[in-house]
């Protein structure tokens, strides 16, 4: 395989994964970013923890959607990440009214 076809292969995963994202977004509640992925999620703990002058955040995240290419099945039912980075949480709006 050249370094084309490899890149054109994770260029089409990507595409992919995109689409997949777009049909199922409208499914979550809320979007969590961290510093090593991108998760869909119906529910959402952060906790700001502390240890040894260090800060760090855990995240429980319960019937959730990973952005992870390589993953051969996205839908989970709970994910926990520990992370020393910022995590950002922002809620979906959801339209008053869905078009059939």
């Keep these: ?5 490899l890149e054109e292969y994770e260029a089409e995963m990507e595409l992919a994964l995109y689409r997949e ?5 409208s499914l979550f509640t809320y979007v969590v ?5 991108f998760y ?6 952060l906790q700001v923890r502390s240890a040894g002058g260090e800060v760090f955040y855990e995240l429980t995240l319960a019937d ?3 952005w992870d290419v ?3 099945s996205r839908f989970v039912r ?16 959801k339209p008053d009214i869905s078009l059939p």
């Design 40 to 45: 869909l999620a119906n529910q959402v703990d």
């Design 70 to 72: 390589y993953r051969s």
């Design 21 to 25: 994202y777009r049909d199922v977004v």
């Design 64 to 66: 959730a959607w990973v």
């Design 78 to 93: 709970s994910v926990r990440v520990v992370t020393f980075k910022d995590v950002n949480v922002e809620e979906l709006a």
């Design 33 to 37: 970013e961290t510093d090593r992925r």
């Design 1 to 5: 395989m050249s370094a084309h076809d």
